[in-house]
C-alpha cells in the first residue's frame, strides 16, 4: 500500500545514477554526462533521457549546459545509496566470505533493498567504517583519505602503502582481477622504480615483485606515503 506525504525514494535506476554522480561531482567538481554513460555501459540518449528525468524530480540542474550537478536533495539520496553499498561490500567479505573481486557487483544487486533500520544495524556491527573494502571514502569522511595519494605522485624511490583502490577501478573487471592478481590491493607496501611520462608507464615494486602500470591504472591506485 502507498502512504502519503512520505519523500519519494528514487528508482533503482536512479540511485546507480547517484552514486557515479557523486564521485564525479567529488573528483572532478562537475557530472560530465558522456563519461556517465561509459561508467554505466547505456547509451547516450537513455542517460539522457534517465537526465531528464531526475532534473524533473529534483535531483539534478543543469541539464543540457556543460555543468550538471546534484541538488541536496540528489545528493543527500547520493550519500545514502553509497553509504548503503559501502556496508554491504563489508558484510559481503567478513560475514559471507565473499572474495574482493566480487563484492562491489554483489553489492550492487542488494543495496536498493536496506531499510534505514538495517542500514544503522550494520554500522552498529561493522563499527562504523569510515571507507568501503577497497578504501574509498564512505560519504563524510571524504578528510579521512585526504592524504592518501595516486601512486603518480610519488617521487621514484619513495614508497608507501596502498589504502585506496578508486570507485572507477571497481566496475572496471579486467582491471580489478589485475589488480587482485598482482596483490596490489589495500595494505600493500609499494614503491616507485620509475615514471616514463612519454611511454604512458610507470613501474612498481610490490612484494619484492616489479610491475609496469600504464598511467591510467597508476591513475586508480593510492597509497599513504612512508
Ligand atoms: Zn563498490
Ligand atoms: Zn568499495
Redesign the pocket.
Known amino acids: 500500500m502507498k502512504e502519503e506525504n512520505q519523500p519519494q525514494k528514487p528508482t533503482h535506476t536512479v540511485e546507480d545514477y547517484l552514486m557515479r554522480m557523486l564521485v564525479m561531482e567529488r573528483d572532478h567538481g562537475a557530472i560530465v554526462s558522456a563519461r556517465l554513460a561509459e561508467l554505466l555501459e547505456v547509451a547516450p540518449p537513455t542517460v539522457a533521457m534517465t537526465l531528464r528525468r531526475m532534473e524533473r524530480d529534483g535531483y539534478v540542474v543543469g541539464r543540457g549546459g556543460k555543468t550538471l550537478h546534484l541538488t541536496p536533495l540528489g545528493r543527500e539520496f547520493g550519500y545514502s545509496v553509497t553509504r548503503r553499498?559501502?556496508l554491504i561490500?563489508w558484510l559481503l567479505i567478513k560475514i559471507f566470505k565473499v572474495p574482493l573481486r566480487q563484492?562491489?557487483d554483489e553489492?550492487h544487486g542488494l543495496e536498493h533493498a536496506i531499510s534505514e533500520t538495517l542500514e544503522e544495524r550494520m554500522v552498529e556491527i561493522l563499527g562504523d567504517p569510515k571507507v568501503?573494502p577497497?578504501g574509498?571514502p564512505m560519504p563524510g569522511f571524504e578528510e579521512f583519505v585526504a592524504n592518501w595519494k595516486p601512486v603518480l605522485s610519488m617521487k621514484t624511490g619513495q614508497s608507501g602503502i596502498i589504502r585506496r583502490i578508486h570507485?572507477n577501478a571497481?566496475d572496471d573487471h579486467d582491471l580489478l582481477e589485475y589488480l587482485i592478481e598482482n596483490e596490489l590491493l589495500p595494505g600493500q607496501q609499494l614503491s616507485l622504480a620509475n615514471f616514463l611520462p612519454f611511454n604512458q608507464t610507470c613501474t612498481v615494486v610490490a612484494n619484492g615483485k616489479e610491475h609496469t602500470l600504464g598511467l591510467r591504472t597508476a591513475s586508480q591506485i593510492f597509497v599513504e606515503l612512508e
Do not use: D
Open positions: 553499498h559501502m561490500e563484492v562491489h553489492a568501503c577497497h574509498n570507485e571497481e
